[in-house]
């Protein structure tokens, strides 16, 4: 049941995915009275498993074929400022990789902080949507002190994520 679950929940996201010129709605005859009736659009799953998988290829050829350029335009630079100003090639280089190297790990913590800050605003949306939700099917405002508090919390946490992500926006641009 659990994989019928998750099965179906992984077609339904690609088929958020899918664009909207392939949900057109159907036209159909009616076999009893002749006449013509709009049809839900209706998603093939593979339909929806080849958009994913030419997507994912398309993403790959791209980063492949823009990674080939950048070695060609490297190595064609490299060896053009070494013609022109021999030693302080070496110097740049020397300078310009730990700073790349800088540079990937505030990029890569900054990722990280942005994924956790998105999950941080999402339980914290998703619990206010919950007790407003339940106050006003339960109508008790008995447990609105601790639902706030729950929130808070969550706001709270979400806002220190926030200062730390910012503070690597900071770093990326001093530097």
Not at 37 to 63: A, H, R, T
Not at 89 to 107: C, H, K, N, R, S
Request: proline share 2%.
């Amino acid at each position: 049941q659990k994989l019928s679950g998750a099965m179906s929940m992984a077609v339904f996201e690609k088929a958020q995915r899918l664009p909207s010129t392939c949900l057109h709605a159907t036209v159909s005859k009616d076999e009893d009275s002749g006449t013509e009736k709009e049809v839900p659009p209706k998603v093939d799953l593979m339909q929806l498993i080849n958009y994913d998988i030419n997507g994912n290829i398309m993403g790959s050829y791209y980063q492949l074929c823009h990674l080939f350029n950048s070695l060609v335009a490297v190595v064609v630079f490299t060896n053009l400022l070494w013609a022109r100003l021999k030693l302080a090639t070496l110097i740049a280089f020397a300078v310009a990789i730990p700073v790349i190297a800088l540079m990937g790990t505030i990029a890569g913590q900054l990722a990280k902080h942005g994924l956790n800050l998105q999950m941080i605003g999402d339980m914290r949306v998703r619990t206010l949507r919950e007790s407003l939700w339940g106050i006003r099917v339960v109508k008790s405002y008995a447990w609105e002190d601790a639902i706030e508090q729950k929130v808070l919390d969550f706001r709270k946490k979400e806002l220190g994520i926030l200062h730390i992500y910012w503070y690597y926006i900071g770093l990326i641009m001093g530097i």
